[in-house]
Structures are given as structure tokens and as C-alpha cells.
């Protein structure tokens, strides 16, 4: 069966103004070098989540790579794109663990994926206007960085228990970001882990010994999701935590697929359903065996802007590492002797990030804050956010994340409405 890229000019030089096109691909030793390169920028955000969370690294990895091929597969592989894993898990994953062990929280993620695929099938139907609608930007940035801000404390936690090694790391995040142009400007996460890691390991800080029992090829671990029928308190009380985090998944792939349509075909937007659909199913396979929920990853966007090759071939080379990588217990065990010192420092810059995220969202859009719905629509979410407002109804517990959400999304509406009808806007 012939493969389905045409080669680009002859396949070696991208000139000054030209943008190698998804359907399209360089040789295949330069494209199997775009692949490694898609790798190596999500590897320093994708495996910092199952460190935080405590779920196995090999497991997300594994998944966060066939996440990606089914992305590639179920958007007509015209789509380039990498499913890393999504930070907006993050803290309903730690207090459904905390709360009730690892299979309570996989089965959040299994419902949001089940739910953001649903979207995907609606968009697919409908066209994206509702969304747009839904959450306008001053909503959407403020979800985005109330999860940033909120993330904080576990930052300020992981710092001070080693906060020589912390600082290091931080700085080393900073000072690389600054220091590099191109590729290694952008690999300034992973180059400050790598930074502080060795530094870890003079002081002492890094323990090898699972490492050294750890097989170089083998499955990783696989957990199944707590079942909602035998343990009700456990599943069903903890969706109220992931709710938001759909809301979070829509806007940022929305928003990488625009990216991606700005710089190669404008058509490109046409597969918004589709690649929220291919999410949510990524999300829910992931969830249900063990590994964190999915997104489309803002760092390879970032490689693709640099490079000007769009090719999905280079993804489905990445896929097909990152899967390779995940069925090493060997890297899972590398990347488990990462210190909390090294976690602190870069946590510190990246959740920083997440919430400035969400404050470019409002620059971008150029949000009006003279308008008293847009200040009090952002200033309540983000205290509720920030300060970790806690709602217990029953069962159910209402986080800062999915209260600041809520309030996001109500106390824009609910304004703008009676603005509209009272005529004070």
C-alpha cells in the first residue's frame, strides 16, 4: 500500500517562505529526526504529570503515544498533532487519589474523556459557534489560569523539600529559555529538569537501585478504573473535581487547531469535531488502563512554527517512540528517580506559565476589562480558584477549579443577560 505523503520539493531544503504541508513529509531520515524532535518537546511536560500525580510514567507514555496515532488515524491524518499529557488533570487527579486511590481518579478521567468526546460529536454536527459562545475569551482565559494559580501550593510543597536543588532547576528554566535560540529555546523545561537532575545526583538527592532491577522491555503498569456501581462514593463524588477539566481540553485544542490552520489551510478548522472526538477517545483508552488524560500539545505547535514542517509523518514517527519508550520499565524507573527538589523548581516556572496561558487568552483577544462583566467575571473565578474554594453537597465536593469554572461561566452570562435587557452595557 503506497504511503500517503507526496514528498516536499526534493524532500531536503524548506526555503525561506515555503511550509511543508501535512500531506507532505521531507526524506525519511529528516523526517524520522522530526519525529525524535516532537518527542523530546513533549517528554519534559508529558512525563512531569504522572511524576506529580503518581501514576505510572511508562503507563502515560505508553498511552500519550497511541493517543496520538488514534488522533492521526480519526482525523483523516490530516491533522499534525501530539497528545501529551494535560496539566488541567492535575489537581482532581491528586484529590481523587488522595481521597480514594488511584482507581477513583482514573475513573474521572475515563468520564472526561467520555464527555469531551461527546463534544467532539456535537461539533462534528453543529459547527463551533456554540462553544464560542459558551465560553468567550475572558471565560476561557479565566479557566485557564485560575488551574495554573491554583497549582501553587503543590509547586511552593515539592520546593521547599529541597530548595537548593530547586533553585537551581528554576533558574536553569530560566536562564536556557534566554540563552538558546530555535529548538533549545523551546526545550527550556526539559533542559532545566535535565539541569537540575544532575545536580540532584551530586548532592546525593537520586536513588538508582530501582532503576538498576528495572527490565529494559516489558508491558507497564496497567490499572483499571474504580467501577461506579460498587463504589459510588468513590467515582461518583469526584466528577464535580473533573468537570472543568473538559471545558479546559475544548479550549486548547480549539485553540492549537486555529494555530495550526493560520500558518497551513484555513480548512484545517473543519476538523475541530474530529479532533475533539479523537481526544476524548485517547482520554478514555488512557484512563481506562492507567495513564492520565490527553491534549493536543502547545509545545510541538511551537516545533512546527519553527520548523515549517507540518507533516503528520513526523507524528506518527513520534507516536510510534513515544509507545516504544512506554514499554521500557527502564525509563519508567529513570524518570521516577526525578527528586521533589527538581519537581519544585520546574513546577514553580511551569504552573506559572499555565496561568499566564490563560492571561494571554485575554491579551490576545484584546478582552475589554473597563467593562465591569469581563472585571467581575475574571475576578471571581480566579479568587475562587486561587483561594480553593471547597463546596461539599452529599457525595459530591466542588473544588476551586470546578467552583471557579462555574462561576466563570454563570457570572458572565448572568451579567452580560441583564446588561443586554436593563441596557448598561
Known amino acids: 500500500m503506497a504511503l500517503p505523503w507526496t514528498l516536499h520539493g526534493d524532500g531536503k531544503k524548506v526555503g525561506a517562505h515555503e511550509i511543508v504541508l501535512p500531506g507532505e513529509r521531507l526524506t525519511w531520515p529528516r523526517t524520522i529526526g522530526l519525529g525524535a524532535q516532537h518527542v523530546v518537546a513533549m517528554f519534559g511536560a508529558t512525563f512531569l504529570v504522572p511524576l506529580l500525580t503518581g501514576f505510572p510514567p511508562a503507563t502515560t507514555l505508553l498511552f500519550s503515544g497511541v493517543g496520538t496515532l488514534l488522533f492521526l488515524v480519526i482525523t483523516g491524518n490530516r491533522l499534525p498533532s501530539y497528545l501529551g499529557s494535560s496539566f488541567a488533570f492535575i489537581v482532581p487527579i491528586v484529590a481523587a487519589t488522595k481521597a480514594d486511590g488511584m482507581p477513583s481518579a482514573l475513573f474521572g478521567i475515563v468520564v472526561t474523556g467520555v464527555l469531551l468526546a461527546i463534544v467532539g460529536l456535537i461539533v462534528v454536527a453543529t459547527g463551533t459557534r456554540w462553544i464560542d459562545g459558551l465560553m468567550p475569551p475572558v471565560v476561557a482565559g479565566a479557566i485557564v489560569a485560575l488551574i495554573g494559580f491554583n497549582l501553587a501550593p503543590a509547586a511552593k510543597n515539592n520546593f521547599v523539600q529541597a530548595p537548593i536543588t530547586a533553585l537551581v532547576t528554576l533558574a536553569a528554566v530560566i536562564l536556557c529559555t534566554v540563552l538558546f535560540r530555535g529548538m533549545l529555546g523551546r526545550l527550556s523545561i526539559f533542559l532545566g529538569v535535565a539541569v537540575g537532575y544532575v545536580f540532584a545526583v551530586i548532592v546525593g538527592e537520586v536513588n538508582f537501585d530501582a532503576v538498576a532491577k528495572a527490565a529494559w522491555i516489558g508491558f507497564p503498569q496497567f490499572t483499571l478504573p474504580a467501577n461506579p456501581f460498587t463504589s459510588p462514593a468513590a467515582t461518583w463524588g469526584i466528577l464535580p473535581a473533573f468537570l472543568p477539566v473538559v471545558l479546559v481540553l475544548i479550549a486548547e485544542n480549539v485553540g492549537h487547531i486555529r494555530g495550526v490552520a493560520q500558518l497551513t489551510d484555513p480548512s484545517v478548522n473543519r476538523l475541530t469535531g474530529r479532533a475533539l472526538f479523537a481526544d476524548g477517545v485517547a482520554t478514555t483508552i488512557a484512563g481506562f488502563f492507567g495513564g ?43 524518570i521516577n528517580t526525578i527528586p521533589a527538589g527538581v519537581l519544585g523548581g520546574v513546577t514553580t516556572a511551569l504552573y506559572g506559565l499555565i496561568g499566564i496561558i490563560g492571561v494571554k487568552i485575554w491579551l490576545d483577544n484584546k478582552v475589554d476589562f473597563s467593562k465591569p462583566v469581563n472585571q467581575f467575571t475574571a475576578a471571581t473565578a480566579l479568587i475562587i480558584g486561587v483561594g480553593d474554594f471547597t463546596l461539599n453537597l452529599g457525595q459530591l465536593t466542588f473544588n476551586g477549579i470546578a467552583l471557579g469554572a462555574i462561576a466563570a461561566i454563570v457570572v458572565y452570562h448572568v451579567m452580560a443577560s441583564i446588561a443586554r435587557l436593563r441596557g448598561t452595557d
Open 292 to 334: 492520565s488524560g490527553t491534549t493536543t500539545y502547545g509545545e510541538n505547535i511551537g516545533v512546527m512554527a519553527a520548523t515549517r514542517v507540518y507533516s503528520t509523518a513526523a507524528y506518527w514517527v513520534a507516536g510510534i517512540v513515544a509507545v516504544l519508550l512506554g514499554l521500557s520499565p527502564k525509563v519508567g524507573a529513570v
